[in-house]
């Protein structure tokens, strides 16, 4: 556990600690407020909590940290029950705990601990401001997630926050849209199809992809920064106008499959989108390849060849158990490129090769359902497992490397 560094001081109560305090109190006053159409109450409401909460907490500074955030949690949990049941508890657990962890940063001085010692009021105020707007970004990236789950556990069948939901009744929830995923051919059939397709396209492109990357990283290859940015286009060029030109590319293509040697038209619809998502997923499996390349050592390539191994031979032994966090990374983000594209399968695919995304797309314009929420979020659900195991690669990648500590 970390300790506050004993030469940052405590700021002064009142000419530091009860005014931050009770500006941001404000702003949870202000949105509460306008919850209950009165935001100009509850902005001086806000101002007057957050002055008593940066008073009664200087009181308990004995107390440790945790406990003053909990405590001031349960406080805030146990006012909004009081005035809004079950919704109230937990909007006023999350207040509170926001309100309890700013409240004991800024009142111990720990909004310095991550600065140097030199930095001006500025320079420190710049320091933490920049930390709280990536904070905003971040939120506002991941806000509208949240209501599209929420809402995918909606007992009624439309798109809709009822009364029930609000209040956190038990009558209003229901897993009856997840049901009719799981249950039915509409929805199960485009999975399978995705689970066909994302797979194969994404063993393509890392196979292509990775020894790409490897060719490009030698430092003899002509032309090799023109021959990158061709390779990571299809992640510059707007989507529609690749697909554009995929779709006068496999056209073409597809017919002659069928007319020369006679392919089935449904093999040559998959062959086609495998084939198109492969190209998307390219370039992620070449960057991330090539990011993990620049911490390569070449005297081991150039040790292996001294002892007598083949080229084959040393990429696999050598080369490959250090760069395979950088393949495998570039591998998930081109699976879930595949498996979240819609575009593309819509000017390349048919209707036998319809994909999850697809599906949700045309149940959209077609036939509004809840059940695609209970699709969208199994999808951002895989999508954030399979992002935090690029992440964990990426800190074993650091680590095999020696750019981080063990």
Known sequence: MSVLNPSIKRPNLFKFTVPMVAAFGAIFGFITGNIYHQPLIGLFAGVIVGALLAMGLDRLAALPRWQKIWGTSAAFAVVGAIFGGVGGIVGGAVVGLSMGWFTTWIGSGRYRAGVPSYYTPGQVLWHNSFLFICAF???????????VAWLSFNAEDFFTFTPEMLSFKAEGYSL???????????WM?????????APIATLISVSLGTLAAIGLSQSHVPGRQA?????ISPMIVPLI???TGMFFFYAPLGNWLQANLGLNQAFVGYVKVILAHAVLGIPFVIITVTA????FDRSLTRAAANMGADPVTTFFRIQMPLILPGVISGGLFAFITSFDEVVVVLFVGSARQQTLPWQMFTGLREQISPTILAAATILVTVSILLLTTVELLRRRSERLRGMSPG
């Open 137 to 147: 970004v971040f939120f506002f990236l991941i806000a509208p997630l949240l209501p």
């Open 176 to 186: 009856k849209h997840y049901y009719d995923f799981l249950g039915s051919d509409e």
């Open 189 to 197: 059939v485009p999975l399978k199809n995705s689970l066909i397709i």
């Open 227 to 231: 021959i990158m940015a061709v390779l």
């Open 241 to 243: 106008i690749s697909a």
């Open 292 to 295: 993990t390349l620049v911490g």
